[in-house]
Nanobody, 120 residues
Framework: QVQLVESGGGLVQPGGSLTLSCAASGFAFSLYAMSWYRQAPGKERELVGSISRGGGTTNYGDSMKGRFSISRDNSKNTVYLQMNSLRPEDTAVYYC?????????????WGQGTQVTVSS
């Protein structure tokens, strides 16, 4: 059974930091690129950033560059999102996503999300 379980969300003050984790099971984690998305109330889900299968390549949404960092540990089947200099507008539910494509067939799995609230 495929599972992606996010953890580490919570309430943090503006300017603070938080690290999210996403533990994967039930599929070949190291074959999948991993992404973090977020969705704020009343807004569409947006890409926070992605990391390649081996971890050598990352990319981020414009508002996250320089503040957020994605890493992965394939030995632990876990991907991380380090968030620094948090702003109230970073408040959202954060989701991890695993994606892989073989012979044109996409495979995509989602976690249940973890709430991040940035407020004083």
């Amino acid at each position: 059974q495929v599972q992606l379980v996010e953890s580490g969300g919570g309430l943090v003050q503006p300017g603070g930091s938080l690290t999210l984790s996403c533990a994967a099971s039930g599929f070949a984690f190291s074959l999948y690129a991993m992404s973090w998305y977020r969705q704020a109330p009343g807004k569409e889900r947006e890409l926070v950033g992605s990391i390649s299968r081996g971890g050598g390549t990352t990319n981020y949404g414009d508002s996250m560059k320089g503040r957020f960092s994605i890493s992965r540990d394939n030995s632990k089947n876990t991907v991380y999102l380090q968030m620094n200099s948090l702003r109230p507008e970073d408040t959202a539910v954060y989701y991890c996503n695993a994606h892989f494509e073989v012979f044109g067939t996409p495979y995509s799995y989602w976690g249940q999300g973890t709430q991040v609230t940035v407020s004083s």
